[in-house]
């Protein structure tokens, strides 16, 4: 039985150092997020208030005409997509297939929030517990240093494991929301360009 404990026990310590790199990495990735999604943000508060007009001034008569009006400088993906629908509006099955390809980017997108959400916590967690082991046994030998030390890595660990958890929650949060309008901007344009196909 000692055999099997002893066993566990160096392989929960030998986990420590993978832990603590990923959940660097974590962190590193986690600090990319936040950039790259106010970057999104800008590119949504330049184009998003004239996608809505464009989309309230067009009807199935005229939905051939937004292309003219969408921007072509740095577009969002969904201002891309939008202007491939425009450019498949003959076939019906290309615009189902560019809405569906629009969900993939969208959810390729969300990946990295969806890990970090869901990682994070997780390795934050076994941060936490792996060094809690040395430091009972520190306590029990009496070496402070050495406890103090692996609490101190427990705690770190802690806190990176939640920070990474919580932009990821975020950011996947907001995402979602922009997708779905994205998503529901884009079937309303294919809806239309099949009523003008059927005139």
């Known amino acids: 039985m000692n055999?099997?404990?002893?066993?566990?026990?160096?392989?929960s310590t030998g986990l420590l150092v993978p832990v603590i790199v990923l959940l660097i990495i974590f962190?590193?990735?986690?600090?990319?997020?936040?950039?790259?999604?106010?970057?999104?943000?800008?590119?949504?508060?330049?184009t998003g208030s004239l996608v809505s007009r464009?989309?309230?001034?067009?009807?199935?008569?005229?939905v051939t005409t937004l292309a003219e009006h969408l921007p072509r400088k740095n577009p969002s993906l969904v201002v891309t997509y939008m202007s491939r629908l425009l450019e498949a509006k003959e076939s019906a099955a290309k615009c189902q297939r560019?809405?569906?390809?629009?969900?993939i980017?969208?959810?390729?997108d969300l990946a990295t929030s969806k890990s970090l959400s869901k990682m994070g916590p997780m390795l934050g967690l076994m941060g936490t517990l792996i060094p809690m082991g040395p430091a009972l046994?520190?306590?029990?030998?009496?070496?402070?240093?050495?406890?103090?030390?692996?609490?101190?890595?427990?705690?770190a660990t802690t806190v990176v494991g939640l920070f990474s958890a919580a932009v990821g929650f975020v950011t996947q949060q907001v995402k979602q929301r922009w997708y779905l309008k994205d998503m529901t901007d884009l079937e309303y344009v294919a809806e239309l360009l099949n009523e003008n196909r059927k005139r």
């Open 54 to 62: 464009e989309l309230d001034r067009i009807d199935a008569g005229n």
């Open 105 to 108: 980017e969208a959810d390729k």
């Open 137 to 155: 046994v520190g306590l029990s030998t009496g070496d402070i240093a050495s406890m103090a030390y692996n609490m101190q890595v427990a705690f």
């Open 3 to 11: 055999y099997i404990s002893d066993t566990l026990y160096w392989i």
């Open 27 to 46: 962190f590193v990735r986690a600090l990319l997020l936040i950039g790259s999604f106010f970057g999104q943000y800008l590119a949504i508060r330049r």
């Open 98 to 103: 560019l809405l569906a390809d629009f969900e």
